[in-house]
């Protein structure tokens, strides 16, 4: 079993509601409870924003600050394998300044990748229901851990997908430099198709045996991940012929930013049909495997962040989904307005489950 990553503390400054805050969690799990709108969530935020350089609940930095303040600042102790690093975020309202031991990152995916987070928020429990976005974020996320180098290739593809729009809105199908951009699409796109392809070989069967699990006597999962383009000419013929059409909708129709990974239960596709239970099942499914697949690419399990999941699970998926994290190692924390209702295994020893009340943005351990 590979080592798990451990947040041995958190300190906040100015960040949402956190004026000045610090957090020392348990070695196993921190169950963060208080009343609605305490700065619960902002705390799971403040480790995510600490962790990867961004939120998972805005990409707006300006939401990040506490109000009439200039700046937030977070300092995360991270521990790996034994050995500490400090991570430092300072966010102003126009940019982010990220440091681990002081040295800044190559860049934003660079630092991200070195202490990986899984998150789930009532939002993720969606995932296999709504448009394909945060599906193809999920692929790409394991697929920046199986190849840190992706990260060229995600932002030069999008880069050149908005600059062929850009192009196509301002001056027609018929502008010259489009073929140079549709080749550098051509060229990101086929590597970005191939390691999502390549994540999901590993990544499929281990959600599908996940969910088979979870739901025993559920129907099987189908997941299925086929590429929208396959081959290098009718990639770039594709995009010739859509020009057109991209200009008039103003959208990029042709590239990896259009598939998908798709969920069927049995023959139907899963969006529509299938009960809400069906799919809050799904979703748990897919974080579990994403949490063990990050686990196996990046060598270390990664902390993960659960905000208000109890509220949206029935007590039996919550009990699933309790169980399942306290076999494995990862460091868990949770936010609910009940504590006494997270029931974490009776074999913890002392420091490994730490309950700290979150009160206007103030943090008190429990029994403190
Ligand atoms: N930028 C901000 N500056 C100061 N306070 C904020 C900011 N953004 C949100 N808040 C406050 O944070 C609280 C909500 O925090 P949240 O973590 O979502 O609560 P909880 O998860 O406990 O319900 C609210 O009281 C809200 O007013
Ligand atoms: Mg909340």
């Known amino acids: 079993m590979s080592a798990a990553l451990r947040l041995r503390r958190l300190d906040t400054l100015d960040f949402r509601n956190l004026a000045r805050a610090t957090l020392e969690p348990g070695h196993r799990f921190t169950v963060l409870f208080g009343e609605n709108g305490q700065g619960k969530t902002n705390v799971l935020e403040a480790i995510a924003v600490g962790c990867a350089g961004k939120s998972f609940r805005t990409t707006k930095l300006p939401e990040l600050l506490r109000t009439g303040q200039a700046r937030a ?12 690093r400090v991570h430092d975020a300072i966010i102003g309202a126009g940019s982010r300044q990220l440091r681990i031991d002081g040295k800044r990152p190559t860049s934003l995916a660079g630092y991200a990748l070195r202490s990986p987070t899984v998150v789930f928020h009532p939002g993720v429990l969606e995932i296999s229901q709504g448009p394909g976005q945060p599906r193809r974020q999920l692929l790409d996320r394991l697929a920046l851990h199986a190849d840190p180098s992706l990260e060229e290739a995600l932002l030069g593809h999008a880069k050149a997908q908005r600059a062929r729009l ?21 060229r990101h796109g086929l590597r970005l198709f191939e390691a999502r392809t390549r994540v999901c070989a590993e990544y499929l069967p281990l959600a599908k045996a996940v969910h088979d699990r979870l739901a025993p006597a559920a129907e099987p999962l189908t997941l299925a991940y086929t590429p929208r383009e396959q081959g290098e000419d009718s990639f770039r013929r594709h995009l010739e012929e859509r020009r057109t059409v991209d200009a008039v909708r103003g959208m990029a129709t042709v590239g990896p930013q259009r598939d998908d990974l798709e969920i069927a239960l049995s023959e139907r596709i899963a969006r529509g049909h299938g009960s809400q239970g069906q799919h809050r099942t799904i979703a748990l499914a897919l974080k579990l495997a994403e949490v063990e697949l990050t686990a196996r690419l990046r060598g270390v399990r990664p902390l993960v962040l659960l905000d208000d999941v109890s509220s949206e699970l029935d007590r039996a998926r919550t009990a699933q989904l309790f169980e399942h994290l306290a076999r494995e190692a990862s460091q868990v924390f949770l936010t609910t307005t009940r504590a006494e209702l997270i029931a974490t295994p009776e074999d913890l020893a002392p420091g490994d489950r730490v309950d700290v009340e979150v009160r206007a943005g103030e943090l008190r351990p429990k029994g403190s």
């Open 166 to 186: 850009k192009l196509l809105i301002a001056r027609g199908a018929e502008a010259r430099e489009l073929e140079a951009y549709e080749a550098i699409i051509v």
């Open 73 to 84: 600042q977070l300092r995360l102790r991270l521990a790996e394998d034994g050995e500490e």
